[in-house]
Structure formats: structure tokens, C-alpha cells
């Protein structure tokens, strides 16, 4: 009966790792034009829906997969083999469902039942005041991934609330249709994320839509409704949001690796063939096991997250090194390949010139800068408070 179980959910991972693929296929013949463009297409957001990827890590009480941290990374690796950006909104837009997880039920079951997807900002740029039972946010925030194609957008303020008095980072879930959307987003890497700005003016949002991220941060519980099963519970919230750019700069690695191998067997120099040469072998050897080592942390960092227990050490500035330093490598295989291939792979439209902007814009993100994550993991182990979130 075990082995039966456990055959049945290899069968279904299956099915959303062809999915994985196909989104990624889509994303990668499409990939100037999203460069162009500076979004992609509706054919890659169709494929993300249609693969249900967007709803990985929507609470399996909705009737969803809820796959493990494991098999989520297997999935969004597999996309990012293809294309950086189509990784990075399926990481993010599965991750923003797991803000179902830590609203009120009213507003789950309005938001599962409308069945959108969902965009967000960490970022506490909005003023909020209150409004009888509900709120009123006006502000304008900047590098919101996947815009575009969303139905509601989660923005971050600070506030005191009645039962409480200190100052809660929260957010306030808000229909698209009442922000605007400023199409502002011209960047080096990452163009087909549309990380568009949102501007809201004076939006009124009810109280149930709010999300207290302070107190998920801190007690890894939802308000209402513990499922302990869910693999997003009991853990930090921010570091176990940020799992996912680890993710997704391992699957652009991989893909450069293969390339450069291939490249390097079919490249022939004055000095003959590429590779045979014993310095290009040597940068393979050495790329490989830099990736291998980036491989060990993202499994020591998804280890953290499965035997946490909440209440005892703080290890968010552990994570966020970890993270920062996978990333890093990430970036330093990059622009090795690049700069090792030389100057036919910086051609515009290149996998490797598409890659390594992308790869670099990952690392460019607040929650993977490296020195600030490592300054922060120097503080914990001595005892200091760390300011991070993730």
C-alpha cells in the first residue's frame, strides 16, 4: 500500500515537470520577443495556468497539488533550464499563493474561488490610514513581477493595528482593477518578468484582505486554520518565500554548463580544438563543481527549512547567505562561460548573452545581495539582532 502512495505522487510530479517543460520550450523560442517586449507573452502565462504550476504551493485543501519544497525545486530548475524569466514568474507566482495561506478564510475563498493570479511587493512604500472596518493606501511601487497577467496585488505597508502596539509590516490584497499599472519596466536582465510599477491612490481594501506579515514572519501560523502538513508553516515566512531565486539561478547554471561543453567540443582555434585544451577542461571541471557546491547549499537551506523549530535560534541571516552565496556562484559561472567562449556568444539573442544578463539581474534582487546577506549571518552567530527579512 506504501509503495503505491508514493508511485501515485512520482506519477503526478511527472505530469508537472512536463508541464515545467513546456513552459519553459514556449519561453525560450519566445525569449527575444519577451526581450523586445519586455514581458512575455500570454502563450507562456496560458502554459504556467494550464500545467497548474502558478498553484504549487496553494494549500492542498483547494484542491491542489502542494508539492514539497524538494519536488518544487525539481519543477522550477526544470523551467529555468529554458528561460530565466518564465523561471522566475513560476516561482513567484506559485510563491504569492502561498499568501492564501496567511489570510483570513473570507478572503482565501475570494481569491481561490476567482482562481487569478497573484503579484506582490514586499517593499512598504504605501501610506495606509484606517477606514471604518477597513483601510486606505495610496503609494507607488516599483519592480512588481508578473503585473501584467495578475488579478490581485498584494503591496506592503507598515501600520499599528487595535490589538497591538507596535508598527506590523502587513499587506493589503487588492484587485487589479483598482491600480494602475505604469509599464516602466527597461532593464538589463530579467525583461520578460514585466516588473512593472503599480500606482494606488487612495484604494479602499476591506480588513479581511489584510495580511499580517510580521506575525507569519515570526510565527510561521496562518490566523485561522493550522494545517501542519503544510510546508510553508512553522518556518520563517520570508525565508521560505526567497527559497524559490536559488531555484531559479540553478537552472540557468545548468543550462550554461551545457552549452558550454558543447560549444567547447564543436570549438576549433588556431591552436586547435577547444576541447582539448587543458585550460577549457579545466574551467568545465571547475564551473561543475562550483555548481555542485551551489546544488549542497540549496539542500542544506531547504534541510533548515524542513526541521525548523520556531521559537528557538533565529537563523534568518543563516538563510539569507546561503541563499546570497548561491546566487553568487551562480553569477561567477555566468560570466566565466561568457568570457571564456569569447565574443560569438554576445551576440544579441544568444543563449549565452540571454542567460548571463538574466543570471545577473537574479543576483541584482535585495534578498539575494551578497554582502549585506553575509554581514547579517556574521551578526547572528554572534549574537547580534539581524534586520533582514529572508
Not at 531555484?247 to 554548463?257: Q, S
Request: aromatic residues 8%; glycine residues 8%; negative net charge.
Amino acid at each position: 500500500m506504501v509503495s503505491k502512495v508514493v508511485d501515485e505522487n512520482k506519477a503526478d510530479l511527472n505530469q508537472l515537470l512536463k508541464g515545467a517543460e513546456k513552459v519553459g520550450e514556449i519561453a525560450e523560442l519566445e525569449a527575444l520577443e519577451a526581450d523586445q517586449n519586455k514581458t512575455v507573452s500570454k502563450n507562456v502565462i496560458d502554459a504556467i495556468k494550464e500545467a497548474r504550476l502558478s498553484k504549487l504551493l496553494l494549500p492542498k485543501k483547494y484542491g491542489e497539488p502542494q508539492v514539497d519544497l524538494r519536488e518544487y525545486s525539481q519543477i522550477i530548475r526544470t523551467v529555468g533550464k529554458y528561460n530565466t524569466s518564465a523561471a522566475w514568474l513560476t516561482f513567484l507566482y506559485s510563491i504569492h499563493n502561498s499568501l492564501v495561506a496567511f489570510m483570513t478564510k473570507e478572503a482565501a475563498e475570494e481569491v481561490v474561488n476567482q482562481g487569478g493570479l497573484i503579484a506582490d511587493i514586499f517593499a512598504p512604500i504605501g501610506k495606509v490610514e484606517k477606514d471604518g472596518d477597513g483601510f486606505r493606501i495610496t503609494g507607488k511601487y516599483s519592480f512588481v513581477s508578473g503585473i501584467l497577467y495578475s488579478d490581485w496585488v498584494a503591496l506592503a505597508v507598515k501600520m499599528k493595528l487595535d490589538d497591538s502596539e507596535e508598527t506590523e509590516l502587513c499587506m493589503l490584497n487588492i484587485p487589479i482593477a483598482d491600480v494602475e499599472i505604469v509599464e516602466n519596466w527597461d532593464t538589463l536582465g530579467l525583461r520578460g518578468t514585466g516588473s512593472n510599477q503599480v500606482i494606488v491612490d487612495n484604494v479602499y481594501v476591506p480588513k479581511h484582505h489584510l495580511i499580517r506579515l510580521t506575525i507569519a514572519d515570526r510565527t510561521g501560523r496562518p490566523p485561522q486554520g493550522y494545517d501542519k502538513d503544510y510546508p510553508l508553516y512553522d518556518v520563517p515566512f520570508f525565508s521560505s518565500f526567497c527559497v524559490g531565486f536559488p531555484m531559479v539561478a540553478l537552472g540557468g547554471a545548468e543550462r550554461l554548463l551545457e552549452e558550454f561543453k558543447n560549444r567547447t567540443e564543436k570549438r576549433v582555434r588556431m591552436g586547435g580544438n577547444s576541447a582539448k585544451d587543458s585550460r577549457h577542461q579545466g574551467v568545465l571541471a571547475e564551473l561543475t563543481i562550483k555548481y555542485y557546491e551551489s546544488e549542497g547549499l540549496l539542500d542544506k537551506y531547504i534541510s533548515l527549512l524542513e526541521n525548523y523549530e520556531m521559537g528557538k535560534e533565529d537563523k534568518r541571516g543563516e538563510f539569507a547567505a546561503i541563499r546570497a552565496k548561491i546566487t553568487k556562484n551562480v553569477t561567477d559561472i555566468a560570466v566565466k562561460v561568457l568570457l571564456t567562449l569569447g565574443g560569438f556568444s554576445m551576440f544579441k539573442g544568444d543563449p549565452i548573452e540571454i542567460f548571463v544578463r538574466d543570471l545577473l539581474a537574479v543576483c541584482t534582487h535585495r534578498s539575494n545581495l551578497y554582502e549585506d546577506s553575509v554581514e547579517s549571518f556574521g551578526k547572528s552567530q554572534f549574537g547580534f539582532d539581524v534586520s533582514i527579512n529572508g
